[in-house]
């Protein structure tokens, strides 16, 4: 299972994609032609036409009442379903709004206006609720000001949980929240054909990666059309007239006019055929999803920085092929970038897993694609005995794809079950394709896991059970029962096994029909805003199971917050608080009234607040349990932003833009913590590339396939801006070949270039900057004949070098200077001094592949004078790098055993053979918890950080022991982190470790 940081990350990237695809068939309702809100100029409405497109008459800053403005929205016939839809709106210093002109879009391009009251508020009467979720956009102005904000109207049809716990949505009055008034731009457009002013083309404007339709207009004879006021941020623009298409991207305020290039729409054709036989593949679904790019803003909020790659699944149409194996897609878009994804019984899916599939566009709209034929074949499970008698002759056993044994594809439903017969002992199934996982259920309930090998005609036996019932129980903090919570078993890869289900009046859910396993219970209370916990691990082997809940008292507190910026109490334009819910602001003295939820345990309580053009700041408010309100005052920081502006490379479409900060203590360019990846699409005027939330320090960006990095810059404290330029218009390639003694070493050799930000300040490192020379150093791989290919930058002097674990370059040839693209280069790698240490022990652990080794002259305190990657080869540990005579050596191999110190050792020439290695075990965490009778121990996360130079890192997914063990403690001061994995909570403190002794803690 993979750590929790990278799960976390993981699931907030999936949130992030499938709350695109969820809009996206909005998104298809907007791009119909209709009448839109704010139409100025040529593009304003005739005469006659409805009256919900044009502006509410009166002047801007009068302020109308909440009541007239009820009574200002179109009269529509009312349904027992109708909702208000309400909200506020402020200034940049968070001052009530007055008179601003408020506008509902809906789905559908229907606009409705009202003005805000007096303090700021308004109101929108939704006639009847929508049959599904609908996205709708607010927008807002006032003079030069605007503000803009999309959100969803709950439909009357619960949303799809797949499978997991979702409380019911609330189908009252929705509340939109507030609204900051924003400096505003109009953007000047201009539609052109062939050069041509395009006469009558109709302009839809989206803001930033939301798929909602804000705006529309129609070009005048000139081509022209002017949007009313915009926020600053990205705004993307569609044009579409007759058969032509075209796309364009601004940046508000900076870019005020932009020029739309219409191209004709184009048809595609693929054709798919068998791989074996050149046949036609008839009848398989095709489709073609848009891949978009989604750079990050400022304004990102929870989503971290960074480009989502999201897919517009269908965009370009989804259809089937003929007899001739073909799909015909008529009207695509030049501008878009289509995949094509195919789904057809009988063939191998495409694209394979780890595949983006082949791309569509106008240069290439007719691809042919080869896919294997998977022939379906009869499986026979032979029936072993088990708990119950094997189901009867001729019985029908129903097989179900078992939890985490296949993925679904957001939108589209779950595949079919399939059906097993009883004859002679063995349950047989026809049509089984490729490798197979399931659950089959008798007539009587009874269940068995099946499996079965790709290709194999026989699977392994099975054994039916009982299904297994899990008793779940759940009161409030004074016993009594809580009815209408939702209870959910899963496996320990968060699976669901089975349906939820709701707690009656008596506080009890039963979790029926159940395969007996190991399997994590989950609750999720009823109360507005609950979130789901844990209730505890079950072992369903042999069983039923009983679990009890006591959900925590949802008790609070009130209390102030004062935010100062620059001195002043003053509160942020827009800001996110995390941990507790604002009941009231007052923005002349910067004040936060605030309800928190008081925890069980502790005396203070942390919040944080995030803010656009601000560094995340959190404060710990004291905690008051006597009805008093506690207080805190939390200083924000402006935070810094680095606009790159990258010169592209000659020939080539795709960069990734990284950011790196400096780190001094360990003298690296390292990763900076918020931006999980670099950017590959502009999001910043005239194609630059920008970066936000940056503390003082010291950056530069690097293209990640060249390793080609800027100037470093400097950003002092209060500094708002700084800018680095990029130029990779000069990037060239240099080939050749790696020369090894035995072509078999081949697949450890690295080319490594002194370009790259890895390597800057100290070349030829291996590793990362936070465990250094647990991996080989970055740098480009040669084929298995030796050639290789790279990047630099001509006019710039680069040093090439081939890289070995245990082999040297060769001198002369081991290392080449370059200052521009080079063919034919040769770079070889010799027999050298290298050292050689047997670990029998380290030979023993699973997937072990290397260890890391710090090089010291004395004693092994401190940073390293260099690290070395030292791989396992054959028992042994072999590596190159320390010179003759005396030296050091700290040994880490990463986990189970702490790391070895080899002081004073002899270094020669050739070979030298440190014998046999004896590592111990070092001190060791065991983190006990306590197993209520009937469940089972939880899987818990265990993680030891030591800070101190050198660094050092263990940690541990348990497997469900009652007493979970991470050694591999060397003497020193760790971070300590531990608790369920399922569960989301941990525990972590600071602890003193002497290297012999263990440690005990009790998971709570």
């Given at each position: ?566 001195g002043a109490a003053q509160l942020p334009p827009e800001y996110q608080l995390h941990s507790a819910k604002v009941l009231e602001e007052f923005p002349e003295r910067g004040e936060l009234l605030l309800e928190v939820a008081l925890p069980a345990t502790g005396t203070d309580v942390s919040l944080a607040i995030s803010s656009p053009g601000f560094l995340p700041a959190s404060v710990k408010l004291p905690i008051g349990r006597d009805g008093t309100e506690a207080r805190a005052v939390l200083e924000l920081t402006r935070s810094s932003m680095l606009t790159a502006i990258v010169t592209r490379p000659r020939n080539q479409d795709w960069v990734e833009i990284q950011i790196q900060s400096w780190n001094e203590a360990k003298r690296t360019w390292g990763r900076v913590p918020h931006y999980f990846n670099g950017l590959s699409t502009p999001n910043g005027p005239d194609g630059s590339f920008r970066f936000f939330q940056l503390a003082p320090g010291r950056y530069q960006v690097s293209d990640a396939r060249s390793k080609i990095a800027s100037e470093p810059v400097e950003i002092a404290a209060g500094q708002a801006e700084a800018s680095v330029a990029l130029d990779l218009d000069g990037v060239e390639w240099v080939s050749g070949r790696v020369e090894v003694p035995d072509p078999a070493e081949l697949s450890r050799v690295r080319v490594l270039s002194s370009a790259s930000p890895s390597s800057s300040g100290t070349p030829w490192r291996p590793g990362s900057s936070w465990l250094p020379g647990m991996a080989a150093p970055p740098g480009a791989y040669p084929s298995a004949d030796g050639s290789f290919k790279l990047q630099v930058k001509r006019g710039v002097s680069t040093t090439l070098r081939a890289w070995h674990p245990w082999l040297a370059p ?195």
């Open positions: 299972m993979a750590r929790k940081p990278l799960l976390l990350a993981f699931l907030l990237i999936v949130l992030a994609i499938a709350g695109w695809l969820v809009a996206r068939e909005i998104r298809f309702q907007n791009s119909q032609p209709g009448s839109g809100p704010l139409l100025e100029g040529p593009a304003r409405q005739a005469a006659g036409e409805s009256e919900r497109t044009q502006p509410v008459a009166g002047p801007a800053r009068e302020p109308t009442a909440l009541e007239a403005s009820r009574a200002a929205q179109p009269t529509e016939e009312l349904t027992a379903s109708a909702f208000v839809l309400r909200g506020r709106i402020v200034d940049e210093r968070r001052l009530d709004a007055a008179g601003a002109e408020v506008r509902l879009v809906r789905a559908n391009g229907a606009t409705r206006s009202v003005r805000s009251d007096e303090s700021g508020r308004f109101e929108f009467t939704i006639p009847a609720r929508p049959l599904k979720w609908e996205s709708v956009a607010l927008w807002a102005l006032r003079d030069e000001n605007a503000a803009v904000r999309t959100l969803g109207l709950p439909g009357s049809e619960a949303p799809s949980s797949y499978g997991f716990l979702r409380a019911p949505t609330p189908l009252g009055d929705v509340d939109a929240g507030t609204l900051t008034l924003r400096q505003a731009q109009s953007l000047h457009i201009r539609v052109v054909d062939a050069g041509e002013p395009a006469v009558g083309a109709e302009v839809a404007l989206h803001l930033g990666v939301d798929p909602t339709v804000l705006w529309r207009g129609t070009s005048d004879a000139a081509g022209k059309l002017t949007s009313p006021a915009l926020p600053g941020g990205c705004a993307n623009l569609e044009a579409v007239r007759g058969g032509a298409e075209g796309r364009a991207r601004v940046f508000l305020p900076e870019e005020r006019e932009v020029r739309i290039e219409l191209a004709p729409r184009y048809e595609a054709l693929i054709t798919l055929v068998e791989k074996q036989s050149g046949a036609p593949i008839a009848g398989a679904v095709v489709g073609l999803d848009e891949t978009v790019q989604a750079p990050s803003s400022e304004n990102s909020k929870g989503m971290g920085f960074g480009e989502y790659i999201t897919m517009r699944k269908g965009a370009g149409g989804t259809t089937t092929t003929d007899a001739g194996g073909m799909a015909h897609f008529p009207n695509l878009s030049a501008s878009a970038d289509y995949r094509v994804q195919v789904r057809a019984p009988g063939v191998e899916s495409y694209p394979p897993q780890g595949s983006g599939g082949e791309r569509v566009g106008a240069a290439k709209p007719n691809l042919r694609i080869e896919l294997a034929r998977v022939e379906s074949r009869s499986v026979r499970w032979p029936i072993a005995a088990g708990e119950v008698p094997q189901p009867p002759e001729g019985a029908r056993i129903l097989l179900r794809p078992a939890p985490g044994s296949g993925r679904v594809s957001y939108g589209e439903p779950p595949p079919p079950p399939r059906e097993g017969v009883v004859r002679d002992g063995q349950v047989v199934a026809q049509a089984i394709e490729g490798r197979g996982f399931f659950l089959g259920t008798a007539p009587d309930g009874s269940i068995a896991r099946f499996f079965v090998d790709e290709k194999s005609e026989l699977g392994t036996a099975v054994s039916f059970r009982k299904p297994r019932t899990v008793e779940l129980y759940v009161h409030a903090g004074d016993l009594a029962p809580v009815a209408h919570a939702l209870a959910q078993a899963r496996n320990q890869g968060n699976n669901p096994l089975g349906e939820p289900a709701s707690t009656d009046a008596d506080g009890l859910a039963k979790l029926t029909g159940l395969y007996g396993e190991l399997a994590e219970v989950y609750v999720l209370g009823p109360t507005d805003g609950a979130r789901e916990v844990n209730a505890g691990s079950v072992n369903l082997e042999n069983g039923d199971a009983r679990v009890e809940l006591v959900l925590p008292a949802s008790a609070s507190m009130r209390a102030r917050l004062t935010v100062r910026i620059d060769a001198d002369p040839g081991g290392e080449i200077v370059v200052d521009a693209g080079r063919e034919g280069v040769v770079l070889k790698l010799a027999s050298g001094d290298q050292v050689r240490l047997e670990v029998p022990q380290l030979a023993e652990l699973p997937s072990l592949a290397a260890a890391r080794v710090g090089l010291y002259e004395g004693p092994a305190k401190g940073e390293p004078r260099t690290w070395l990657h030292a791989p396992l080869v054959e028992g042994a540990l072999r590596f190159t790098g320390v010179p003759r005579g005396r030296a050091t050596l700290w040994i880490d191999a990463g986990r189970e055993y702490a790391p070895l110190v080899l002081t004073d050792v002899e270094i020669g020439a050739g070979l030298t053979d440190l014998g046999t290695a004896e590592f111990s075990r070092g001190s060791s965490l065991r983190i006990r918890q306590s197993v209520k009778e009937g469940q089972a121990a939880a899987r818990i996360y265990i993680s030891a950080q030591r800070e101190q130079a050198p660094a050092l890192f263990r940690d541990l997914n348990s497997n469900g022991e009652t007493t979970a063990v991470l050694s591999g403690l060397e003497a020193g001061t760790y971070r300590v982190s531990y608790g369920a994995i399922m569960d989301g909570k941990n525990s972590e403190r600071q602890l003193e470790i002497d290297g012999v002794s263990d440690v005990e803690l009790e998971l709570q």
